[in-house]
């Protein structure tokens, strides 16, 4: 889609940000602002995983804080599936304006992101995924730590129709919000990814197909990646906080908000402890 906001773009011969206020492309739903410079090499990426034939992308954000950007898109019919990684020295909020009702399943490999609105907060720590589903967005990706490595699928209607299924408890309440137009989480937070996840986002990089059998392999593997996310969150749903006083989850959080606060500065476990308490 097009995005008509002020943009500052990297000139990489003046080596300068120049100012933008025609339309740019910006790919609605990843976290990054798509703005492509030139293909680069993958001697800073995890080669056993991000795909080849990436793109260099900066950003610049309201507050004059940028992001240097490795992009790899490919679009399916109805789905769009993107690896990408950032690097920053500050914190970056992106802006973003989704119009159309789309469900993703979002893989934060590396990092700490999120995802920011006038009503809503949702953060994500590194080595944690999510489900989640938004009829309209307006408002703010977030990247909030100095590297941030992602993978993940974007999903229209078309295709995500095709996904209803409602055997599990957690499913038929996520279906539920969804065809009621309202925003939906499978979770109210993150989950762990696991290696079986892992291995079919590696899977999902490595696909040895082309043409139609390539679709087809790519199809299989984000609903197998979709069905393993819900049965884990099933198995978790009633498991969240087990083990952890009020207490407990009162000085946890205040561990991860000092860490937020101070995560471009060298911190050690006993710093942390002495000021939450732990």
Not at 177 to 190: N, T
Not at 262 to 273: G, K, T, V
């Amino acid at each position: 889609k097009k995005s008509k906001l002020q943009h500052r773009i990297f000139d990489p011969q003046k080596r300068i940000f120049n100012d933008c206020f025609d339309p740019v492309p910006v790919f609605c739903g990843t976290l990054f602002a798509h703005f492509p410079i030139t293909v680069m090499s993958n001697s800073n990426l995890n080669t056993w995983l991000f795909p080849r034939n990436n793109q260099e992308c900066f950003f610049v954000d309201e507050h004059g804080h940028s992001s240097r950007v490795m992009l790899y898109e490919e679009a399916l019919p109805g789905s769009t599936i993107f690896f990408a990684q950032a690097e920053q020295n500050a914190p970056v909020r992106m802006k973003e304006l989704q119009e159309k009702p789309q469900l993703s399943i979002y893989f934060s490999l590396e990092g700490d992101t999120g995802a920011e609105s006038a009503n809503d907060l949702f953060m994500l720590k590194g080595q944690q995924h999510l489900i989640g589903y938004k009829p309209h967005f307006d408002g703010y990706y977030l990247l909030n730590s100095p590297v941030v490595k992602n993978f993940g699928v974007i999903m229209e209607e078309s295709f995500f129709n095709r996904l209803y299924i409602d055997d599990l408890d957690v499913l038929k309440r996520f279906w539920e919000k969804v065809h009621a137009g309202q925003d939906a989480e499978i979770m109210p937070s993150g989950m762990p990814l696991t290696p079986r996840q892992l291995s079919l986002i590696h899977e999902i990089a490595n696909c040895p197909f082309t043409g139609q059998m390539r679709q087809v392999y790519l199809e299989s593997k984000i609903i197998e990646l979709f069905l393993f996310q819900a049965s884990q969150a099933e198995s978790l749903r009633d498991n969240k906080t087990a083990g952890f006083s009020k207490q407990d989850i009162d000085k946890l959080h205040a561990a991860k908000a000092f860490i937020r606060q101070h995560m471009f500065e060298p911190l050690s476990m006993q710093q942390i402890s002495r000021v939450s308490g732990l």
